[in-house]
């Protein structure tokens, strides 16, 4: 898939507002809008002019920029219709020198990664995916604690949108080591946070997120292990709103982060997760697959565990699996 920029004209239709756009005599504008009506933007047309009619979901940087309130974390978005993976483009982007709080968002990917080099699909309309650049100033050893940081600030932005579409109390999201967000059981986000260094020889962290939202974001026969957002809740989640919640809890939680506030992450992740402690878990790591009870994290976001013969191990980077009662 290649990589294809959201169409300029989209910000064109945003900025003229209610008096929409005068429909271009550009033949390559007219396709851009059309494109991105069969995308499913909600463009219309009467013949005149091109109106956008924003509901709170498209993904428009100008749009984003004017709901996130976050002084400490300026932005610079990058959005686009198809990209190979928004880690990938935005690792790229801070190898060049992209100063943190890069963002880059996409329709649809065509490379999307998980952990472990597993796949994540996008869906257009229906997925929320983007990747955020950071420079910690914190020693390296304390950078794998930014996926814990992420998670945190994702399920804050979850739960926050729950309560604003939802007077239901049941299904709230919930953490599972290290970076999965779980609804009812099943997975409806995960985080991928990876460390790159730059062409000046500077360091910097690329925080991945992928949500399923919409009910075409679940992959076909993955219905027993992952859900969407939409159908958990059943009302509709939009995605732009998702993600102003999340650059807003990220801006605080990586202040924490920042000022080695490392306790207060720990903890946080902690109140957000049921299965940190006493918990009955599969490891799977190269050398196989072995039974242990969780028994809390340590200082650097790592999980403790207990085997069956008493040995006491901590894993950093293993897939954790909850084992039947």
Same mark, same amino acid.
């Given at each position: ?20 756009? +005068? =429909?271009?005599?550009?033949? /390559?504008? #007219?396709?851009?809008?059309?494109? $991105? &009506? ?5 463009? %219309? !047309? ?97 950078? +794998? =604690?930014?996926?814990?940081? /992420?998670? #945190?600030?994702?399920?804050?932005? $979850? &739960? ?5 579409? %939802? !007077? ?158």
């Amino acid at each position: 898939m290649p990589t294809v920029p959201l169409p300029a004209v989209l910000e064109s239709v945003v900025a003229a507002g209610s008096a929409g756009l +005068p =429909l271009p005599s550009v033949p /390559a504008l #007219v396709e851009d809008l059309d494109r $991105l &009506r069969d995308l499913g933007f909600p463009l %219309t !047309a009467d013949g005149i002019a091109t109106r956008l009619l924003d509901d709170g979901d498209v993904l428009v940087p100008s749009l984003l920029l004017r709901e996130v309130r976050t002084p400490r974390l300026p932005l610079q978005v990058h959005a686009f219709l198809e990209v190979g993976s928004t880690n990938d483009h935005a690792a790229g982007l801070a190898r060049a020198g992209a100063p943190e709080g890069t963002l880059v968002t996409a329709e649809a990917q065509s490379a999307g990664r998980g952990r472990r080099g597993r796949a994540w699909v996008t869906t257009p309309a229906s997925s929320l995916s983007f990747s955020l650049v950071v420079r910690p100033a914190r020693p390296a050893e304390e950078w +794998p =604690l930014l996926g814990l940081v /992420a998670s #945190v600030s994702l399920v804050r932005a $979850l &739960r926050r949108t729950h309560r604003e579409i %939802t !007077a239901t109390e049941g299904a709230l999201p919930e953490l599972k080591w290290p970076n999965d967000v779980l609804v009812r059981g099943r997975k409806v986000a995960g985080i991928l946070a990876e460390s790159l260094r730059d062409d000046r020889g500077g360091s910097a962290a690329v925080i991945g997120v992928g949500v399923n939202v919409g009910p075409t974001s679940v992959p076909p026969g993955l219905d027993e292990t992952a859900a969407a957002l939409d159908s958990e809740w059943n009302c509709r989640v939009l995605r732009r709103q998702l993600l102003a919640r999340f650059l807003e809890e990220i801006a605080a939680d990586y202040a924490a982060f920042q000022e080695g506030r490392h306790l207060e992450v720990l903890e946080s992740w902690k109140a957000y997760s049921s299965m940190w402690s006493g918990t009955r878990v599969w490891v799977t790591e190269e050398g196989g697959r072995w039974a242990a009870v969780t028994r809390g994290l340590d200082e650097s976001g790592g999980l403790r565990l207990q085997t069956p013969d008493g040995l006491e191990r901590v894993v950093l980077a293993g897939d954790v699996s909850i084992r039947p009662a």
